[in-house]
């Protein structure tokens, strides 16, 4: 697989462990008392996170990307439904690379 594809299926799964840990892992842990569950699933997102910074901070060398396109792949990383929106960008990039 090219580097796109992976900055997407990264950036895709992280977008999905982020709203899993919002609303599943998070009012299972107030309303449940099931705090171990934030544990895992929030792990599981740190290293997904982690991925998508890195695989983007290597797609914006690789591809000679400008510091403001980074700028964009960090904060919707920050943001709920980020990813999702930053992969119709990458998406409408695909043809061109």
């Not at 998070?26 to 740190?46: C, E, N, Q, R, S």
């Not at 591809?63 to 409408?92: E, Y």
Request: glycine share 6%; charged share 20%.
């Amino acid at each position: 697989m090219n580097k796109l594809t992976w900055l997407r299926k990264i950036g895709l799964a992280e977008g999905v462990s982020f709203l899993v840990l919002l609303l599943i892992a998070m009012p299972l842990k107030y309303f449940a008392d099931m705090p171990k569950i934030v544990t895992y699933v929030g792990w599981a997102h740190g290293v997904l996170f982690v991925a998508f910074l890195l695989l983007a901070l290597d797609f914006k060398s690789d591809r000679n990307k400008s510091f403001q396109w980074l700028v964009l792949a960090f904060l919707a990383a920050l943001v709920p439904l980020g990813t999702f929106l930053f992969d119709r960008k990458l998406r409408k990039e695909a043809p061109a690379l």
